[in-house]
Every structure is written in C-alpha cells, then in structure tokens.
C-alpha cells in the first residue's frame, strides 16, 4: 500500500521533513526500545512536541519553533539548497 502524495519514496522529494524526521529518531527515539504500537504513538507524540516547544534551533536564532513560527520576528535564513532548481523550458517558442 503506497501513501498518498508520495512518489517513489524519493528523500530528496521533501528534504526538510527527512531531516526532522532523522532528528526525531536519531536524538528522541533511538534510545528507546520497542513499544507496541499504543506505546510507540504515545512516545513519538512527546518526541514531536519536544522537538517544537523545548528543543531551540539554530536556524530559528536560536528559539523553538513554536517560538519562531508565533513571534513574528522575521528570522534570518540559515540553511542552503544543495540540489539543483528544476529548469523549465519553453516549448511554444516566445
């Protein structure tokens, strides 16, 4: 069964959400054992709120994103686009 919106399974297709999803895992949940399912959503749940309303980010000036995202300060972009922007090409010939 495939997740709707997903092609492929490609990371590079949304490369901010697999590195969130590799930070949730590598420094919330990669110490934790095995859980059954209940368990697992319960401790993922706290992990994502962790990492939104106690974890400060370097790319947020050093707040936690639920800090950045409601305090309206206009925050300076921190992080680059390694992959190349897709080229467009004009086939009707202006």
Not at 30 to 57: D, I
Not at 76 to 94: E, F, H, I, M
């Amino acid at each position: 069964m495939r997740r709707p919106g997903r092609r492929c399974g490609d990371p590079l297709e949304n490369p901010i959400a697999e590195r969130v999803n590799g930070i949730i895992k590598n420094e919330y949940l990669a110490h934790r054992g095995v859980y059954p399912l209940a368990q697992a959503e319960l401790v993922l749940e706290q992990a994502v709120f962790l990492y939104n309303y106690k974890r400060p980010h370097l790319s947020c000036d050093m707040l936690v994103p639920a800090q950045a995202h409601n305090g309206g300060k206009k925050l300076k972009r921190r992080w680059k686009n390694y992959y190349p922007q897709k080229q467009t090409v004009d086939l009707a010939g202006s």
